[in-house]
């Protein structure tokens, strides 16, 4: 008799290895027919421990599956495009990401979710060569519109297939620019995105350059004004939106106080913002509970839940209150590595 055998522990190796080579990007684990044979809810439950907490499925079935296997809050995205209506109001239901991969699907999801006074949370498939389905690459006239005149469907991601990342370099390769360049039409038609970065002082700024690239408006911030504008970053911010700025996402990450302050600001303007609370993570792999933190009157951990959460429902006051508790310890640490050295040496 012969077996197949899967070894979990080979399995969060590799989870840790792609989550290092990831770096700050959010891994997605596909876990389609079944996991791929080996289990949806099992494998689901071996990434979630790695730290990884958004899936991929493709029927409305295992959706349903992970939500009842205790997956509730995590984002699962419905990889196969649809226009059922059924299928539709079950996923929405469930609260999963939808895909859409034509001007049809989009059409068809915005109405609906329109008629039931929602708003879809979607990704955009686009098809650089795998063939199976997607926006071609020259179809930015059927992909536009989605992003401008669908009020009922929030685009939070776009992606693509690399059939042969396995094999072909010169292919995927040819993929990869593909996509790069719908990327840049789309930035070119009006996706904005505006930076306010904040720096002690001059000596402290980093990545300028890199900001710039990815910026449609750049504005640096220092504490004391040696370069950029004096001031802290919910200022500009503040003035943006008193002025008329539309945002549809505010991404923030820094020192709590900050991203208070930030959430504080675009709160009374209901602009949804998103803030990152790897500041307070330690050893990231939920064990040692040092990033524990309330999230809409419900208790989550930043490595494993997050890091990513609804600014508007984050308890800052007590997160900061559990960041200070150590201070006295850590202040006596300090004073004794301190007067170690100011010791005589005989």
């Not at 498939?125 to 179809?139: A, C, N, Q, S, V």
């Not at 792999?285 to 890091?307: I, N």
Request: aromatic letters at 6%; charged letters at 25%; glycine letters at 10%.
């Amino acid at each position: 008799m012969k077996a197949y055998v899967v070894d979990s522990a080979a399995v969060r190796s590799n989870l840790q290895i792609l989550k290092g080579r990831a770096g700050s990007a959010v891994l997605w684990a596909v876990l389609k027919g079944d996991g791929y044979g080996l289990g949806l809810v099992q494998m689901a439950a071996i990434c979630r421990e790695a730290g990884v907490t958004h899936f991929a499925v493709t029927e409305v079935s295992e959706v349903s599956r992970l939500r009842a296997g205790g997956f509730q809050d995590c984002d699962i995205l419905m990889l196969r495009p649809t226009a059922d209506a059924d299928e539709l109001t079950q996923l929405l239901s469930l609260g999963a990401i939808l895909t859409v991969s034509s001007q049809n699907d989009a059409t068809v999801l915005n109405g609906l979710a329109e008629k039931l006074g929602v708003q879809a949370q979607v990704h955009v498939k686009i098809d650089t060569g795998m063939g199976r389905y997607g926006f071609l690459p020259d179809e930015m006239d059927q992909l536009i519109p989605i992003f401008k005149y669908m009020d009922h469907l929030h685009v939070t991601g776009i992606y693509t297939h690399l059939h042969s990342a396995f094999c072909n370099k010169k292919a995927t390769l040819a993929q990869a620019e593909a996509f790069q360049s719908v990327l840049d039409r789309l930035h070119a038609e009006g996706c904005e995105v505006h930076t306010i970065v904040g720096f002690r002082n001059k000596d402290l700024v980093i990545l300028e350059d890199e900001f710039s690239a990815c910026s449609d408006k750049l504005t640096i911030m220092t504490d004391d004004g040696s370069y950029g504008t004096k001031g802290v970053v919910t200022a500009p911010l503040k003035e943006a939106i008193d002025a008329g700025e539309n945002y549809d996402e505010v991404i923030t990450i820094g020192p709590l106080i900050m991203m208070k302050f930030v959430v504080a600001t675009t709160k009374p303007a209901g602009v949804k913002t998103v803030v990152s609370m790897n500041p307070i993570m330690i050893d990231g792999t939920g064990m040692c509970g040092g990033c524990r933190l309330t999230v809409g009157g419900e208790t989550k951990f930043a490595c494993v839940d997050g890091p990513d959460f609804d600014g508007h429902l984050v308890d800052f006051d007590e997160a900061m209150a559990r960041g200070s508790m150590y201070k006295p310890f850590e202040r006596k640490r300090h004073e004794e590595t301190c007067n170690l050295f100011k010791k005589e040496v005989k």
